[in-house]
């Protein structure tokens, strides 16, 4: 799980490296599971990558992230992020 620091009024583009994970493989779709009270939006993802637009949020709270990926092999793989959002 990765953990990341951003400010209310940062808007900020994560994005998760899974090229270890796949291999010779590839990403086909990536979904992130976005809490309530913070903004996500622009998921995208490449053959390794996955990435997400994060915006808003409350100070000194922590939002818990999970992205979900499917390989072309069929393969589910999740991974976390939590982002706090700095006072």
Known sequence: MADYTKS???ITDFTLDWSQVVGAD???TSV???PSGITGSNQSSTAT???IRIAAGTASLFYPFVNTITRI???VD???LVIT???
């Open 8 to 10: 209310a009024a940062e």
């Open 26 to 28: 590839s990403i086909i």
């Open 32 to 34: 992130w599971t976005v």
């Open 49 to 51: 990558t996955a990435s």
């Open 73 to 75: 092999s069929g393969q």
């Open 78 to 80: 999740q991974e976390s």
């Open 85 to 87: 959002v700095a006072t």
